[in-house]
């Protein structure tokens, strides 16, 4: 398991490889990468400036991380997220997750982005060409989260 919330890039690649690396058990990795959007709720996006608390964020992410390897037979999982300032097309998050099966790495995969978009403390600005904004959170991102603490 690793966490990291960086301002810099990362290669997916060199991720990937880091995270599977003689781990022959390994039968499925699933994999989210989330990028800027040039566009949000109807308005152009210039860039995204993500702000944090360090430690703070981390730990959260730890803990979205440790529910997701009680949920289900994991043996790997590696997440990544920036902050600072983001221009559209950038890498912003990235997931991915190993085990034996192809359902226990899609679903925690799953599972770990609906609970970071809801529960991993990053505030987010955007720069449009009405002004820069703060964005709220997503009703769709509560109810993907809530989905999980259902158990569907």
């Given amino acids: 398991m690793s966490v990291s919330v960086q301002e810099q890039d990362f290669d997916i690649g060199a991720e990937i490889s880091a995270l599977t690396r003689g781990r022959h058990q390994v039968g499925a990795l699933a994999t989210f990468t989330g990028l ?28 979205i ?11 790997g999982v590696r997440v990544i997220h920036r902050f600072g300032r983001l221009e ?10 190993t085990s034996a099966h192809r359902g226990e790495a899609f679903a925690a995969c799953e599972f770990i982005m609906d609970f970071l978009k809801t529960r991993a403390p990053f505030w987010k600005r955007e720069e449009t060409p009405e002004g820069a904004r703060w964005v709220d959170a997503r009703e769709a991102d509560d109810s993907a989260a809530e989905r999980w603490e259902q158990g569907k």
């Fill in 36 to 63: 800027v959007r040039d566009m949000n709720d109807g308005s152009g996006v210039h860039a995204m400036t993500l702000e944090h608390y360090p430690g703070m964020t981390e730990t959260a992410l730890e803990e």
């Fill in 65 to 75: 991380v440790a529910q997701a390897r009680g949920r289900w037979d994991l043996d």
């Fill in 88 to 97: 559209p097309g950038e890498q912003i998050v990235f997931v991915a997750v």
